[in-house]
């Protein structure tokens, strides 16, 4: 939402183009990788009830190459946004400016299916509020400055918006996947 405010700065053209982009990619992508990282509630909580800790990490490394694998599908539909939209009849140029948003959204789309594994892997633990809230924190105070500089201090404009979004959910999974390696527990 917050690379959708930005890029409302930019125009009309560039607003649309992002508020289309990422409704789709919320629908046909980013949902979709939640929904899947879910199953990990289950699985991990079982897991970690069971004393069975070993599996924990098991189950998260596999929801990842899954997620992983899935993302690669969704990367293809992604990069062809503009032309997909332009079959369903929507104007070229909303279309395009779409296009090359989504396209510029394939990045964070590799990092949110890991995101969301560490996500559960540590919330069936109970390690929610040092951890996660800290790294949410620290990303969207480094997300709006990223952001910021990418859009208006480099020129990119929307590209810049989202490639902004893109680095701070991989710098989330840097720090969630840096705490799970050296925590002791």
Known sequence: MISVMFVGHL???SLAGASMASS?????GF?????MASAL?????????????????IYKQRAMLLLTAVSVTLAVVWFYTGENLLLFGQDADIAAEAGA?????????FAYGPLQCHVRFLQTQNIVVPVMMAAAGATAACYLVVCRVLVFGLGMGS?????????????????????VRVSPD
């Open 31 to 35: 949902s979709l990788l939640l929904g």
């Open 11 to 13: 125009g009309e053209l």
């Open 41 to 57: 509630d289950t699985l991990c909580g079982q897991a970690f009830g069971a004393r069975q800790y070993h599996l924990l990490g």
């Open 101 to 109: 948003f989504a396209r510029w959204m394939i990045p964070a789309l």
């Open 24 to 28: 789709l990619a919320t629908v046909t």
């Open 159 to 179: 590209k810049g918006a989202v490639l902004g979004n893109a680095v701070s959910y991989w710098i989330n999974v840097v720090v969630l996947a840096v705490y």
